[in-house]
């Protein structure tokens, strides 16, 4: 059964890259509009953290990234496959995490650090430059990391939201929801589906509400099949346990603060 749901989710990342654009994003169902952006409650919203307002204009056009004890700087347009790196740095490189952690130290820091004010410009970047299913960029494990550090800079700086970055943000969404990672489990799986959760609830509309109720059934039966009695991860390591129970509490603060 494993083998054949892995064989179908490689043979689908083939024939995805064969289609013309149109196609494979309606295969996802992505129908060529977004849903509305939702305003979300509880001060999720323009969260004022005093320390003033950033603004995006700016005169640098380089970043350095730092993975895996390897440090970079890049150039704005990035070349986001760098191919003296290995594949891991990339995908950290594809994750965004290092912008989140980037808002969380200027927060800890009650100062913005300069170079959040080039968000604006890598994000564009990366769109532009990312073309949906190619690349690491599209891989499930890093859609499903980069569309919930997009959603937390968008409710950080909503003077980050364009028309441009949302309609990204939902095809990266219905790509994931066509793309989850059954034949894996395990992890990889629960980030997904809690992914499509959290991003489900940040649009209005019938299709994120379908995708929301789906999700959330199958999150509850696989936390039934991969939490044991004993509250600890089937996977049976400190990593793991750490890992899951993390992204469950962000989980519970997105659903609370949205419903």
């Known amino acids: 059964n494993l083998i054949l749901l892995r064989f179908r989710f490689e043979v689908r990342k083939l024939i995805d890259k064969k289609l013309p654009l149109k196609f494979r994003l309606r295969i996802v169902g992505y129908r060529g509009n977004i849903p509305k952006w939702k305003k979300i409650l509880h001060s999720l919203d323009s969260i004022n953290y005093q320390l003033g307002p950033v603004s995006f204009v700016s005169e640098q056009d380089e970043f350095l990234f730092d993975f895996l ?33 980037l808002v969380d130290q200027s927060i800890s820091n009650n100062f913005w650090s300069d170079e959040i004010t080039l968000l604006d410009k890598i994000i564009d970047d990366w769109i532009d430059q990312n073309k949906p299913g190619f690349g690491d960029g599209w891989h499930s494990y890093t859609l ?17 939201v364009s028309e441009k970055k949302l309609t990204s943000l939902w095809i990266q969404i219905c790509w994931l929801n066509s793309h989850k990672e059954i034949c894996y489990g395990g992890n990889h799986l629960l980030e997904n589906l809690i ?18 109720l789906k999700t959330t059934s199958m999150l509850k039966d696989e936390l039934y099949y991969q939490i044991l009695p004993d509250g600890g991860h089937f996977e049976r390591t400190a990593a793991y346990h750490f890992l899951v129970l993390d992204r469950l509490i962000e989980l519970a603060f997105m659903i609370e603060g949205t419903l």
């Open 69 to 101: 004890n390897n440090s970079k700087k890049l150039s704005i347009p990035i070349e986001w496959c760098q191919p003296d790196m290995s594949r891991l740095w990339n995908f950290n490189l594809h994750y965004f995490d290092w912008a989140r952690k």
């Open 144 to 160: 499903s990391l980069r569309i919930r550090n997009w959603i937390y800079l968008f409710r950080i700086f909503p003077e980050l």
């Open 195 to 212: 992914t499509l959760i959290i991003g489900s609830l940040q649009f209005e509309g019938e299709y994120a509400s379908k995708i929301y």
